[in-house]
């Protein structure tokens, strides 16, 4: 009985796909080949709206310090601790679409973070951008607020393995990093000797892929941009905002540019301070330990990033970088803060255009005022070698 079935079934899909060919070649070609060049009209246009990119990171770390493991973690009880492994850092899709001619939108999401607990991870940038002209464009949803040099780079183009202490902190803080909020941005004078940006933005304040705000107080920030980032440009950041009824700041200045030195060599300089509430430390203190209001817990860092870049053009390689990133930052400066300074030597080899293939080589070390043990607060030395491809 089934055999029959499928035998008469099969029959009459032949038969339907013989009289719809008979029809196909019986119409007019003119009206056939009018329909179809349409159809693929409209097919090519809506492809040419989307685009789709990403980055992968595979690295391998080494601890060099006795009883640090990979991920800077003292362990002083530990049966074995794990000091060398191979991980993903970063496996970055992304998705753009070109809805009109004023209106767009993104998604970006980072597999990688689903090897861990993904509560508040996986998804990164998820916005509606709308471009009025060059001075005025705004943006909804979750991305990051302009709010100093390291919010205007993706992590895959920075000059060094990973992004500041100072900017974990202050994005953990709700200043920095991924936010759901409102953005208004834009520039002026593009075309003189002082160009001008500017970036205007209220959040939430409590990081990415929040159901809702925790409180209701929101965060707002400024940015004022001065020059050219591919000469020399001066950043100045501003935020105020509440966070559960105190008041809270933020503050900061940055400085890049890039300083030619032979027709092959160049120097890429970042410089960044900030200060502001660590009111994220605040609260995660208990009430009869805290000493004073949120005011009194302040957090301040500085950063010196200097690139010498010699480019280069042998097969797919353009550039061989060397760069050393050094940092100081305190959590809590008015009280027994810990002070944190941090050393990143790095080689890497740039490969295709806008660093879309990466080797990376460089040293992680971290130097503590007073070590904690069993935690991540304890003077470590990590080796990182981490190879990156963009697409």
Known sequence: ????????????????????????????????????????????????????????????????????????????????????????????????????????????????????????????????????????????????????????????IIQSMDFSNQYYAFGSNGWQSFQIGVSMFGAFNKESKVPMKYALSVVNGNNRNQPSDNDNGKLGTARLELGDMNKLSLGLNGGFGAVKRQNVYALGVDVSGVIPLTPKWDLQLQSEYKQGNNHQLYYAIPDSLREGPVSNYIMNGIYVLPNFRYKIKYHKLTSIEFSMRYEYFNEDEKHAGNVRQSYIPMVSLAFLKDYGGRIQVGMQIDQYNKNVSGTKVYNSNLLIAQVQCRF
């Not at 973070?113 to 508040?120: A, I, L, Y």
Request: overall charge positive; charged content about 20%; hydrophobic content about 40%.
């Open 1 to 156: 009985m089934h055999k029959r079935f499928f035998s008469f079934a099969a029959l009459l899909l032949l038969c339907c796909i013989t009289r719809n060919t008979y029809a196909w070649q019986s119409a007019p070609a003119r009206q056939d080949s009018t329909a179809r060049d349409s159809s693929v009209q409209k097919v090519v246009t809506f492809i040419k709206k989307i685009s789709f990119g990403g980055v992968f990171q595979a690295r391998y770390t080494g601890s060099l310090t006795k009883d640090v493991d990979v991920n800077g973690v003292h362990q002083p009880n530990a049966d074995e601790v794990v000091r060398n492994s191979f991980s993903i850092k970063r496996a970055r899709l992304q998705a753009k679409a070109q809805v009109s001619d004023r209106f767009s939108a993104a998604v970006l999401i980072n597999l990688a973070e689903f090897s861990g607990d993904t509560k508040g991870k996986v998804l990164e940038n998820v916005y509606i951008s709308y471009r009025w002209n060059d001075a005025l464009n705004f943006t909804v949803g979750q991305f990051r607020p302009s709010f100093g040099l390291e919010d205007l780079y993706p992590v895959d």
